[in-house]
C-alpha cells in the first residue's frame, strides 16, 4: 500500500481534460510538504513533469497543470492527445517515514 | 546536457548482495546543491526511492531498507555506487539512478537513467 493514493486508472477522449488526484494524509501533503508529478510511458523512464506543486520544466506543454489543497493534490491535462497515455506518479516526502514516497501510479488512457 | 547510466549485473541469487553503478555527466557532485538518487520498479508495480546521496557526502535511505542499503559517491569518476545486501526474490525491479534538481523541497529527480532490470532468482 502507498503512502500516496492514487485512482489505480483514468481515461478520456481525444480533447477532453482528465484528472488524477493524490490523497495522502497529515504527515505528507498535508503537513505542507509540496507534490512532484512524473508521466512514464510503459517501457522507458519517468519524466518530470510538475514540480512542487503547479512548476512545470522546461519543455512540458501548459496542458499539464498541477494543484495542490489539504492532504491532497491534483494533476490535470487539457486537450487529452493520445501521447498522454501512460502512467502517471505523484511523490512528496513523508515525516513519519522520514523518507520521500511515491503513490501508487495512474494509468491514463485515452480512447 | 546532463545524462546518467546505471550498470550492473542483470541476474543475482537470493543473499547476494547487489551492486549497482550510476555513471553521470553533465554535472558535478562537488556542486553545492546537487543529489543523485536511486528509484526501483517492480514489474507491473509502482515507484519507489531507495536512497540520495548529496554534494556533502550527507545520505539519506528508505526506512524500510535503509539496512540493506550503502550510497557512496566518487566524484573523480563523476559514479555513485548503491549496494544491496541480501538480495530477495521480492527485489526484481528495474533500478533507475537520477539527478536532483537543484533548489527544490522536497527531493525531485529532473533527469532519470534509462534503467536497468534486476532479476534476483537462483
Known amino acids: 500500500q502507498s503512502v500516496l493514493t492514487q485512482p489505480p486508472s483514468v481515461s478520456g477522449a481525444p480533447g477532453q481534460r482528465v484528472t488524477i488526484s493524490c490523497t495522502g494524509s497529515?504527515?505528507?501533503?498535508?503537513?505542507?510538504?509540496?507534490v512532484h508529478w512524473y508521466q512514464q510511458v510503459p517501457g522507458t523512464a519517468p519524466k518530470l513533469l510538475i514540480y512542487g506543486n503547479n512548476n512545470r520544466p522546461s519543455g512540458v506543454p501548459d496542458r499539464f497543470s498541477g494543484s495542490k489543497s489539504g492532504t491532497s493534490a491534483s494533476l490535470a491535462i487539457t486537450g487529452l492527445q493520445a501521447e498522454d497515455e501512460a502512467d502517471y506518479y505523484c511523490q512528496s516526502y513523508d515525516s513519519s517515514l522520514s523518507g520521500l514516497v511515491f503513490g501508487g501510479g495512474t494509468k491514463l488512457t485515452v480512447l | 546536457q546532463i545524462t546518467l547510466k546505471e550498470s550492473g549485473p542483470t541476474l543475482v541469487k537470493p543473499t547476494q548482495t547487489l551492486t549497482l553503478t550510476c555513471t553521470f555527466s553533465?554535472?558535478?557532485?562537488?556542486?553545492?546543491?546537487?543529489?543523485v538518487g536511486w528509484i526501483r520498479q517492480p514489474p507491473g508495480k509502482a515507484l519507489e526511492w531507495l536512497a540520495l546521496?548529496?554534494?556533502?557526502?550527507?545520505?539519506r535511505y528508505s526506512p524500510s531498507l535503509k539496512s540493506r542499503l550503502t550510497i557512496t559517491k566518487d566524484t573523480s569518476k563523476n559514479q555513485v555506487v548503491l549496494t544491496m545486501t541480501n538480495m530477495d526474490p521480492v527485489d526484481t525491479a528495474t533500478y533507475y539512478c537520477a539527478h536532483r534538481q537543484q533548489q527544490v523541497v522536497p527531493d525531485v529527480f529532473d533527469i532519470w537513467g534509462q534503467g536497468t532490470m534486476v532479476t534476483v532468482s537462483s
Open positions: 497529515s504527515s505528507n501533503i498535508g503537513a505542507g510538504y509540496d
Open positions: 546521496i548529496y554534494w556533502d557526502d550527507d545520505k
Open positions: 553533465g554535472f558535478s557532485l562537488s556542486t553545492t546543491g546537487v543529489g
